[in-house]
């Protein structure tokens, strides 16, 4: 569940005309560009500028569809993924290394990495 800035919490939300509308859901507090921080809220900064133009209206579900080069949106959705991989990479908020580093690392320090992925 999720709660909205007034504390409503909800469970699933209907986000029809996502694109256009990110603006108003942000300023209705329909969906928050930040981060929750104990109890504390920090605005962050949300930007979605590459993945305008699109053919399909209905999202791709993975990363390997979304690329696939058979999709009339594939460039769109690369160029898309690498702004916010670019934008990760900016903000220090990830490392890279290899498998056998991680495990390293985490046998050392007793932490495990916060999985992560793509969602289109």
């Known amino acids: 569940a999720h709660r909205r800035r007034n504390g409503d919490e909800i ?4 986000l029809p005309n996502f694109l256009q ?3 108003k859901y942000i300023d209705d507090g329909i969906i928050i560009p930040g981060w929750q ?3 504390n809220f920090r605005r962050g900064h949300a930007s979605h ?3 305008t133009g699109l053919s ?3 999202p791709p579900g993975s990363l390997k569809r979304a690329l696939d080069p058979r999709s009339p949106d594939a460039e769109i959705w690369s160029e ?3 702004e916010e991989y670019d934008g990760i990479v ?5 490392e890279i290394m290899s498998e056998e580093e991680y495990h390293r690392w985490s046998r050392i320090s007793g932490r495990h990495a916060i999985p992560s992925m ?3």
């Open 11 to 14: 469970s699933i939300l209907s």
């Open 21 to 23: 509308d990110f603006q």
């Open 37 to 39: 921080q104990n109890a």
């Open 49 to 51: 500028d590459s993945a």
């Open 56 to 58: 399909s209206v209905y």
């Open 80 to 82: 898309s993924y690498k």
């Open 90 to 94: 900016l903000n220090d908020t990830m």
């Open 118 to 120: 793509a969602v289109f």
